[in-house]
């Protein structure tokens, strides 16, 4: 962390390649992905508190189909979203992902917190040819419960 404001963070997953056998005989790996990421916190006024957070997925898989960026075999995703906390007891979270969007709520009281998350999927390509409607997964909700000591 450069400082209080600012959060810098990397990760990469699969770093050995995931192999996966599925039950019908198709087997499939996946290659390391590279997470790099920043986060920027800003309190506009006492009790309030928002968050910008902006990460880029490095792939190594020749993902054409979905990519936002392209160079050669590798490609890049860019994710950005925004959180604002009232009085640490509500959250209320916005994203963008590639071309899905997300928001959410959150609540917390004392120890339990409790949290709804909805991604509409193809949000911003639900005319785009490239996808056709069977590939579309329409929204997915999470909804969680937490309890911190």
């Known amino acids: 962390m450069p400082g209080d404001a600012v959060t810098l963070a990397a990760v990469v997953h699969d770093l050995t390649t995931t192999f996966i ?6 087997r499939e790996s996946v290659l390391p992905t ?13 009790r309030h508190a928002l968050t910008w957070a902006l990460d880029l997925d490095w792939n190594f898989e020749n993902r054409t189909y979905d990519a936002q960026l392209q160079m050669g075999k590798s490609t890049a995703e860019l994710h950005t979203g925004l959180e604002y906390w009232y009085r640490n007891t509500v959250a209320l979270r916005a994203g963008v992902g590639g071309k899905d969007l997300d ?4 609540l917390r009281y004392r120890h339990f917190g409790a949290d709804y998350a909805a991604a509409l999927n ?3 390509a639900a005319s785009d040819p490239s996808f056709p409607n069977d590939s579309n997964l329409d929204a997915t909700h999470l909804v969680s419960l937490s ?3």
């Not at 056998?21 to 198709?26: A, Q, T």
């Not at 928001?103 to 959150?106: A, N, P, Y």
């Open 122 to 124: 193809r949000f911003f």
């Open 21 to 26: 056998s599925w039950n019908n005989g198709v």
């Open 34 to 46: 590279i997470t790099t990421a920043a986060g920027f916190n800003f309190y506009p006024a006492p």
């Open 103 to 106: 928001f959410g709520l959150g």
């Open 147 to 149: 309890y911190s000591w």
